[in-house]
C-alpha cells in the first residue's frame, strides 16, 4: 500500500463545503470504493491582521474571532502537492492555517477488511 498522510486545514464555515469537494477531487479521502471521505468539526478560529496583511475577514490590528470548520483528510503522499494546491486555491484566506502528516491506515496482522 502506498504511503498516506493527513490534511488538516481550517477554514471559514461558508467555504467549507467547495474545500472539501476541491481536496477530493484533487484526491484526497480516497477509502477502498469510497471518495470525497472527510471529517470536519466546528470550532472558533482567532487572529489579528498584522500590519502588511491583506486580510479577506477583518481589518489590519483588530483581533477577530470566525466561524470555523476543522477539516480532515487522508490522501496517498505521491497526491501531497495536488491536495494542498486544491486546498489553498479553494481557501478564502490569505494564509490558510493547515498541517500534514504522515499516518498509517493498515489494519493490524491477521485483521481482513469486513466484507
Known amino acids: 500500500m502506498e504511503p ?10 461558508g467555504a467549507a463545503q467547495a474545500l472539501r469537494q476541491a481536496i477530493g477531487d484533487a484526491g484526497a479521502g480516497r477509502l477502498g470504493n469510497y471518495s470525497h471521505c472527510s471529517f470536519s468539526a466546528e470550532g472558533t478560529g482567532r487572529f489579528t491582521p498584522l500590519p502588511g496583511a491583506n486580510p ?33 486555491a479553494a481557501h478564502p484566506y490569505e494564509t490558510p492555517a493547515f498541517m500534514t502528516f504522515p499516518v498509517d491506515v493498515g489494519l493490524p496482522d491477521g485483521m481482513a477488511p469486513a466484507d
Open 4 to 13: 498516506m498522510d493527513c490534511l488538516v486545514i481550517y477554514v471559514p464555515t
Open 56 to 88: 479577506a475577514i477583518g481589518a489590519v490590528g483588530t483581533p477577530e474571532e470566525v466561524p470555523e470548520t476543522r477539516i480532515e483528510a487522508i490522501y496517498p503522499r505521491s497526491r501531497r502537492s495536488a491536495v494542498v494546491n486544491a486546498a489553498v
